[in-house]
């Protein structure tokens, strides 16, 4: 489906939920993409992009960056640790923050660096064994030990269970996101993003629906 296609049914999820149309961000989801999937989507215009590999985004958005001004990526897979200084130097944002460790590890680069990419907490909300993220009981301290590190937390994540209805995980992250006083929700793919909206999603993350199928899945 055309990027266009799909900003317009995100501007009539957000009117549909009574926001202004720039209330939430599109993140095209790139990974695994080839490049001529990808550049006509920057020739369109759009800006921001998801992958969920450090070293995939490194191979290929350097090029892009260099012929392109504005690009913003962020980083929606898992983060190893050894991996966070490479991830702080490329992306704008990481949404995947889910253990202590990762987060004191962007708090030391972040002091030595004098910056930091907005970051979001990955919410398990599904508790399910095999998928990363923080456990929906251990969201309110997790966010308190985010803050004391003087770290820039933005708002929470969730990927539901592929089985369950999105709807029930999205109201969960969004009343876990209003007790904390974070206003950011990374929540939506191409499958549910109208949904995600209407439960306050202010960053959407479409993959398929905008570049077509992936060859593989990672
Ligand atoms: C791949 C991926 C997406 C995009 O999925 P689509 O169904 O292709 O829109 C969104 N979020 C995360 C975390 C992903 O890994």
């Known amino acids: 489906m055309p990027l266009a296609d799909i900003t317009e049914r995100l501007h009539a999820a957000l009117a549909a939920a009574g926001r202004p149309e720039d209330d939430a961000t599109l993140i095209a989801v790139s990974k695994v993409q080839p490049p001529e999937r ?34 913003e990526l962020h980083l929606i897979g898992p ?26 590890t962007l708090a030391r680069l972040a002091q030595e ?5 907005d970051l979001f907490i990955q919410v398990n909300t599904g508790e399910e064994p095999q998928k990363a993220g ?8 997790f966010v308190a030990e985010v803050r004391g590190m003087d770290l820039p937390l933005a708002g929470l994540m969730c990927i539901p269970p592929v089985e369950e209805e999105p709807s029930l995980h999205f ?9 904390n006083g974070l206003r950011g929700l990374s929540m939506g793919m191409s499958a549910d993003f109208e949904k995600a909206i209407a439960f ?6 479409v993959g398929s629906a905008i570049f077509g199928e992936r060859a593989y899945e990672l």
């Open 38 to 71: 990808v550049e006509p989507v920057l020739r369109e215009g759009h800006r921001v992009f998801g992958e969920n590999r450090v070293q995939e985004a490194q191979g290929r958005w350097p090029d892009f960056q260099a012929r392109y001004d504005g690009i």
């Open 79 to 104: 983060l190893q640790t050894n991996k966070a200084r490479a991830a702080v130097e490329m992306f704008d944002a990481i949404h995947t923050v889910d253990r202590p460790k990762l987060a004191a």
């Open 113 to 117: 660096r004098g910056a930091c990419p």
């Open 134 to 141: 923080c456990m929906p009981a251990e969201v309110d301290a």
């Open 171 to 179: 109201a969960l992250l969004a009343k876990m996101a209003e007790r």
């Open 200 to 205: 306050g999603a202010t960053h959407v993350r």
